[in-house]
């Protein structure tokens, strides 16, 4: 266990539609992490916050949009959602705000969008 | 930042020593070596992190020679459920506000 948890685990919903995926950080992390995992695929570095503050930005589509709150959690939005969206979404956190230093990851969400 | 390059997959059997060896030749002053383990459907988890010469952990070593341009992972005495995707990512620690890359890895699978 990473202490990382992610909610929900599981999300199936349909094209257009759009969702909200819940990220807590191991206590005490300021930076936290999304990443985009999809069939096969290597993961996708989405974007990084902060204490509060967006980092760092990867290829984040313009329908995708995160924050994250004073208490640290942090949500991705995912909107006007299309079939190659269907993915495994990860949060990582960790205690520095250097990239590379050691993230913990969190067990994900699986986004099913039919 | 720093490109790996790493072997897609590789074979095994159980009880055997596995190497992985990462390029990156153009690895900055600052960059450190960070690898990272995969299973199926289950977030990385950091292996090991080392800047020169050898770091040892009870998981794992990690060699680097005196140019830093490569790198190999040593996994001692593999078992069935080393069987899994291995990340060799390379950056600066100490700075933030860039992209985390992990590349395709290297997907090993361990025979029985």
């Known amino acids: 266990d990473s202490g990382v948890t992610q909610t929900p685990k599981h999300l199936i919903t349909a094209t257009g539609q759009r969702v909200t995926l819940r990220c807590s950080p191991r206590?005490?992390?300021?930076?936290v992490y999304w990443y985009q995992q999809s069939l096969d695929q290597g993961l996708q570095f989405l974007i990084q916050?902060?204490?509060?503050?967006?980092?760092a930005k990867g290829n984040i589509l313009e329908r995708f949009s995160a924050q994250q709150f004073p208490d640290l959690h942090s949500e991705l939005n995912l909107s006007s959602l299309e079939l190659g969206d269907s993915a495994l979404y990860f949060c990582?956190?960790?205690?520095?705000?250097?990239?590379?230093?050691?993230?913990?990851f969190g067990p994900g969400t699986r986004l099913t969008v039919l | 930042l720093a490109k790996t390059t790493q072997p897609i997959s590789m074979d095994s059997y159980e009880g055997q020593e596995v190497n992985i060896t990462c390029s990156h030749n153009?690895?900055?002053?600052?960059?450190?070596i960070t690898w990272y383990q995969q299973f199926p459907s289950q977030g990385p988890r950091f292996i090991i992190q080392?800047?020169?010469t050898k770091v040892t952990n009870e998981v794992a070593s990690l060699f680097i020679p005196a140019d830093r341009k490569s790198s190999t992972l040593s996994l001692p005495r593999v078992s069935l459920s080393d069987t899994a995707v291995y990340y060799c990512?390379?950056?600066?620690?100490?700075?933030?506000?860039?992209?985390?890359?992990f590349g395709a890895g290297t997907r090993l699978f361990v025979k029985a």
């Open positions: 916050y902060y204490n509060g503050e967006e980092r």
């Open positions: 990582a956190s960790s205690t520095l705000a250097g990239d590379y230093n050691e993230q913990f």
């Open positions: 080392g800047y020169k």
């Open positions: 206590s005490g992390d300021l930076s």
């Open positions: 153009n690895i900055a002053t600052n960059d450190y």
């Open positions: 990512l390379v950056g600066d620690p100490n700075t933030g506000g860039f992209k985390t890359i």
